[in-house]
């Protein structure tokens, strides 16, 4: 179980526009980016377990089909796919709550709070189940956005940029953290699509460095999620865990 501190925090709340919040976010993921790492490695790690479990290796894959020329290909075809596939979508949803962790940690670099390792692991411990529904649910949402090929998602995510921090913050139920990102994103929706769209941007930006850019940029989008939710939401009370 977990309580709520009452008293003011020390912290800073972006203003409510794209830039302000984006630079906020820059600061914040300043000071947790060496736990973004452990979590992006942990991830990666496990996906290349999964990789070889399965048989599946979509790198070569790629390489493959770059050499032929020939891009007109059937991954349901390709020897372990289907499983790959399954596992790896069981992995993104275990692993949801490491993200929520994340927060956890920017919220506490954020006002001050002295950080522990064992704070990534928060979402294990808080609000588990909602959490796990609610990347169910948001990765079915996403699944069904790309298949209408790859813009509309451009257009859904933002409607779910602040259901990870409403889970943590406010232990909500998944459906609660869906509904209530909804309604605040759709009345701010301009600036949600651009702070989704930059944070994004930023977030992949480590392709160009190859492997370990990914590993320093992509958690980038938690800290993009925890700056949109003070900006609209205040600065949440910090969380205090009973031992």
């Not at 930023?202 to 993009?224: D, E, K, N, Q, R």
Request: proline share 4%.
């Amino acid at each position: 179980m977990s309580e709520f501190s009452e008293f003011e925090q020390q912290g800073s709340v972006p203003e409510r526009n794209t830039g302000s919040i984006i630079s906020h976010a820059f600061e914040m993921y300043k000071g947790v980016f060496l736990y973004a790492i452990i979590a992006m490695i942990v991830y990666l790690l496990l996906g290349f377990v999964i990789q070889t479990i399965t048989g599946f290796n979509s790198a070569s894959m790629m390489e493959e089909m770059r050499e032929s020329g020939n891009y007109d290909f059937n991954y349901w075809n390709a020897p372990g796919f289907p499983l790959y596939l399954t596992l790896s979508g069981l992995l993104g949803l275990l692993l949801a709550p490491l993200y929520v962790g994340l927060i956890y940690m920017i919220n506490k670099y954020n006002t001050k709070n002295p950080i522990e390792f064992s704070d990534l692991f928060i979402g294990y411990r808080q609000n588990f189940v909602n959490i796990l529904i609610y990347a169910l649910l948001s990765g079915i949402i996403s699944t069904v956005a790309l298949s209408l090929c790859v813009i509309p998602i451009v257009f859904v995510y933002p409607f779910l940029m602040l259901g990870y921090p409403i889970l943590l913050f406010e232990n909500a139920s998944a459906t609660d953290a869906i509904g209530k990102s909804f309604s605040i994103v759709k009345e701010n929706y301009g600036t949600f699509l651009g702070v989704t769209i930059l944070g994004f941007l930023i977030s992949m930006a480590g392709v160009v460095l190859c492997f370990i850019g990914v590993i320093l940029t992509a958690p980038f989008i938690m800290a993009v999620m925890y700056s949109a939710y003070c900006a609209y939401l205040g600065k949440p009370r910090q969380i205090m865990l009973n031992k």
